[in-house]
């Protein structure tokens, strides 16, 4: 399952700040669309619109052709920087819950999530507590909760953020054909400029607030090779100087 996602002068304030100004995205069935930006720029803002959690002040926003918030956000899943994991619930039970929020069955659910398990490197940590993970496993426990959804449409904000440098490019590596299988189309909010390029089809920058997009690059999901070779590319310290030199000077250069 697929869907399209297109918003069109999207415009929204909370009260009297103005957090996004006439935004225009176009994210195709499959594809994964990157969003950068200072901090305060609208990025999570621009998520929650697209989800319907938030009804834009002005512009149109469509998931799969449909509108209405309430469709929306039934073809949205979203995972949140923090893992959010319940700490009295076990790995898989935490993994199962958007399942059980659908209305499955416990042991359905449980066994819809415990499929994913050894795939993701969590195999025999089912039954485990979330504190006796590690910063890195309980985030692939969320991806877990996250896709099993079933929703065409994934919303990642600043998934990775709350790793150490090591653990985070591990799990960039791990991500990249985790998106490509899942066959979800992708909005993935990150300050970090390598996650961007590294994960993305095209990475959308945003200017400080009102956020408004100022450029679009290449990202380099299609690249094959390993992560330490890709990122080290001169194609790759091209773009990344590129965005770099966009985000500091919010988009002037262009």
């Known amino acids: 399952m697929t869907a399209t996602v297109s918003a069109r002068g999207l415009t929204h304030a909370y009260g009297s700040l103005d957090v996004l100004e006439k935004v225009d995205i176009e994210v195709e069935a499959g594809q ?6 200072p901090s305060g720029c609208g990025k999570s803002t621009l998520l929650q619109l697209v989800g319907g959690l938030e009804r834009p002040g002005a512009g149109r926003i469509e998931v799969a052709g449909r509108s209405d918030a309430a469709d929306r956000l039934a073809g949205c899943a979203w995972m949140p920087q923090r893992d959010c994991l319940l700490p009295w619930y076990s790995a898989l039970d935490n993994a199962a819950l958007a399942l059980l929020n659908q209305g499955r069955s416990k042991n359905d659910a449980r066994a819809a999530a415990a499929e994913r398990f050894e ?35 994934m919303l990642l904000d600043e998934p990775l953020a709350a790793l150490d ?35 993305a089809d095209r990475v959308a920058v945003l200017s400080p607030r009102p956020g408004r997009i100022v450029a679009t690059i290449e990202g380099a999901r299609g690249t094959l ?18 965005l770099l030199g966009l985000l500091r000077s919010g988009g002037e250069a262009r």
């Open 225 to 242: 090779g390993e992560r330490t070779e890709i990122v080290s590319s001169a194609s790759f310290n091209q773009r990344r100087e590129e």
């Open 119 to 153: 795939h993701f490197g969590l195999g025999g940590f089912e039954e485990a507590l979330p504190d006796k993970l590690s910063g890195g496993m309980r985030q692939r426990v969320a991806f877990i909760r996250t896709l099993v959804s079933g929703k065409p449409v």
């Open 165 to 199: 440098a090591i653990t985070r490019a591990e799990l960039q590596e791990w991500l990249k054909p985790i998106l490509a299988e899942s066959g979800a189309t992708v909005l993935l909010v990150t300050h970090d400029v390598e996650e961007a390029i590294f994960l």
């Open 32 to 37: 994964v669309l990157a969003v950068a930006g």
